[in-house]
């Protein structure tokens, strides 16, 4: 298997920090036709380029959370001096969830993305209360 873009003695220059290293330092970008392609930045630029990338879109969540409200009482950051973004939760009505919106956010989702956004509409805003509240009286008529 040939590989691409190598220099002498399988070393190559990192387009972020550009330090000559060698080629087991950059993570694989596939093979195409017998070619293996590599990524034009070593593993560890690439690794921080991502958490940045991470922070971003959570702080981006957060922000966006912030402005939301509890649709059953109507818990905010307008109406209460001690709100918590973290205190809304999103509920899903119609037991149709693929996901964890939390969770997808965390793992690298972008908040933008198409699957995020699918998940979010299915989804109630409610605070903790209201959240426990639902699910307690839920549970409470199953028995």
């Known amino acids: 298997m040939k590989n691409f873009n190598t220099s002498i003695n399988n070393r190559r220059v990192c387009k972020c920090c550009n330090n000559t290293k060698a080629i087991e330092k950059f993570a694989s970008a596939g093979t195409v036709k017998g070619i293996k392609y590599y990524r034009s930045s070593c593993k560890d630029c690439y690794y921080i380029q991502k958490q940045e990338e991470l922070k971003k879109s959570i702080a981006t969540f957060k922000k966006w959370k912030t402005k939301q409200k509890c649709s059953r009482c109507g818990y905010s950051k307008k109406n ?64």
């Not at 997808?104 to 995020?116: A, E, H, I, Q, Y």
């Not at 509409?121 to 549970?139: A, E, M, N, S």
């Open 80 to 143: 209460n001096f001690e709100f918590v973004v973290e205190h809304l939760q999103f509920h899903h009505p119609k037991k149709n969830k693929l996901f964890n919106i939390a969770d997808m956010v965390r793992s690298g989702f972008r908040f933008k993305g198409k699957r995020l956004q699918e998940e979010l509409k299915k989804c109630d805003i409610l605070c903790g209360r209201c959240h426990d509240f639902i699910h307690y009286t839920t549970k409470k008529h199953l028995k």
